[in-house]
């Protein structure tokens, strides 16, 4: 089962506005990454915020984590056309299998209007 | 070009018949990952290696998927006696570690398998 929530399921805007997606998840977390994925293609990783961090920033980007309410957001800032796309939260937790790997919510869908 | 490979892109099959996706990881990345992801949905986790060990292997990997990384390098993702909702687009992953630790996963631009 997916981890991660992500809110809203899709996001419409016009260009040069501000687009903030929220994550929720529900175990705890070594790290939680954000990928985004144009249509019909691969993941693209875009930012990595560990558990002992609270912001990180990269570019137009800025994703905040807060571990007290197992939740994450991704800002993109001045947004422009391509930059739509879907966007992914990711949360890296140990599992019952010992080991750790990438759990994906269903995403945010962002379209950015000219 | 250096990233993760995948081949072939697109596969259309019948019903019944088997296929086998590739997946060459970046150079020297131990971890390898399969993900499989339908419309409109986020990818999810199938299985993962490091270096030639099966790691673990996800309950949505029926008796009909099997996977390999016999020398460590490149992997193999083979579904036998496909069926419809086997239609997905089929993505691989590396690292260079235990995503834990901070590395960052690289994913490839998935093959798509679409079963008629």
């Known amino acids: 089962s997916q981890q991660g929530e992500e809110d809203p399921q899709a996001l419409s805007i016009q260009e040069g506005e501000n687009a903030t997606m929220n994550c929720s998840y529900k175990t705890s977390i070594n790290n939680l990454q954000w990928y985004r994925q144009n249509s019909g293609r691969g993941l693209v990783h875009l930012i990595l915020i560990r558990s002992n961090e609270r912001e990180k920033h990269s570019g137009r980007l800025k994703v905040t984590l807060d571990t007290s309410k197992k939740s994450s957001s991704l800002l993109i800032t001045a947004s422009r056309a391509a930059d739509t796309a879907s966007y992914f939260c990711a949360t890296d937790a140990q599992y019952s299998g010992g080991y750790n790997k990438l759990i994906f919510g269903a995403g945010t869908r962002l379209a950015v209007h000219p | 070009d250096t990233g993760v490979s995948q081949n072939p892109r697109h596969k259309i099959t019948k019903r019944g018949q088997n296929v086998t996706f590739r997946c060459d990881p970046i150079?020297?990345?131990?971890?390898l990952y399969w993900y499989r992801q339908t419309l409109g949905q986020g990818p999810e986790f199938l299985t993962y290696f490091q270096n030639e060990a099966q790691l673990e292997k996800s309950r949505l990997l029926s008796d009909r998927f099997s996977a390999e990384r016999p020398k460590g390098s490149f992997s193999t993702l083979e579904i036998q006696r496909t069926e419809q909702g086997d239609s997905a687009m089929y993505l691989c992953?590396?690292?260079?570690?235990?995503?834990?630790?901070?590395?960052?996963?690289?994913f490839g631009e998935g093959s798509w398998l679409t079963v008629v």
């Open positions: 150079s020297e990345h131990n971890r």
């Open positions: 992953a590396s690292s260079s570690g235990q995503a834990g630790s901070g590395n960052t996963i690289y």
